[in-house]
């Protein structure tokens, strides 16, 4: 088994690659250096020969020097994606959980959603418009990302003086992922958040509404010909009910589209954080 071992020399640290082998003669476990590395604070994964890049001990190595350099935690993540769309492409969530367990001990959740997965979520979605991935393996790895979603939410702790928030989608949109995203974020701040599927009626919209009395609405709409029924619910919500709503996705452009109401549009969700928390959210429906 190949792992690192660092051997300090008047103050100076430095790195090495070893191996642990069985001596069946003495019995007992013997060092054998692979490769001399360099000075510790120097070396990066790259460093390290391809065939062992992979092993876990190495990789869980780097990853826990909090101090190196930024440029060095860039490699970290671009390994990271690498590992995790080759762990979702084989439909392999349990090498996938790992993955998060390493990263989130050292960085946190919050790191993991904005420097490994939104970018990994584009790289996918560039894959497949370009052909490089089938329907079925991107489909794959938008499951695994969704059950990755899912176990942060489930260690993300609920804070009563936080909000409750509601997020939907108006009729014709499909997506989930960007919805998922959203959750875990406001979940993650201690927020209670109840995320409607898609295709729910905006009868079981307004239901839900009335049953969850939540602080505010989250109303995403990613495609263009769906914007009209977002502005129905949007109007119907406030209509009836008076509450703050949040509009955001692709599909909305700053001062793109005549609203009749004050909503918050297309802001980004660390203003909305902020936001939300403050007094200045009632401005939002307030004609």
């Known amino acids: 088994m190949a792992y690192l071992r660092v051997k300090s020399i008047r103050g100076q640290k430095y790195l090495y690659l070893v191996k642990s082998d069985w001596d069946t003669v003495k019995k007992t476990s013997k060092q054998t250096i692979i490769k001399y590395l360099g000075i510790e604070s120097d070396v990066t994964i790259n460093d390290v020969p391809e065939d062992y890049r992979n092993s876990k001990k ?39 959980h790992c993955f998060l367990e390493s990263y989130e ?13 939104v970018p990994l979520i584009g790289e996918i979605g560039t894959l497949g418009n370009s052909k490089k991935i089938d329907l079925g393996t991107q489909t794959t790895c938008y499951n695994a990302i969704e059950d990755l979603l899912n176990m942060i939410i489930e260690h993300s702790s609920v804070n009563p003086s936080k909000k409750k928030i509601l997020i939907c989608v108006p009729n014709g949109e499909q997506h989930t992922l960007g919805t998922k995203i959203l959750q875990t974020k406001l979940s993650l701040k201690g927020n209670t958040v109840y995320n409607l599927p898609p295709f729910t009626p905006s009868s ?3 239901e839900s509404i009335e049953h969850d009395a939540p602080d505010c609405v989250f109303v995403s709409v990613t495609l263009d010909e769906n914007l009209l029924s977002a502005k129905r619910m949007v109007e119907k919500i406030n209509e009836k009910y008076g509450l703050p709503i949040f509009v955001g996705g692709n599909a909305i452009k700053n001062n793109s589209e005549n609203w009749d109401i ?26």
């Open 105 to 117: 001990k050292i960085y946190g959740f919050e790191s993991f959603i904005d420097e490994v997965m």
């Open 262 to 287: 004050p909503i918050g549009k297309n802001l980004s969700i660390p203003k909305i954080l902020k936001l939300i928390q403050s007094k200045k959210l009632q401005i939002l429906t307030t004609a």
């Open 58 to 96: 190495i990789s869980d190595y780097f990853l826990n020097q909090k101090y190196f350099q930024p440029k060095v935690q860039n490699e970290l993540i671009e390994k990271l994606q690498a590992d995790l769309l080759s762990s979702f492409k084989n439909g392999d969530f349990v090498t996938a």
């Open 204 to 206: 079981l919209i307004m």
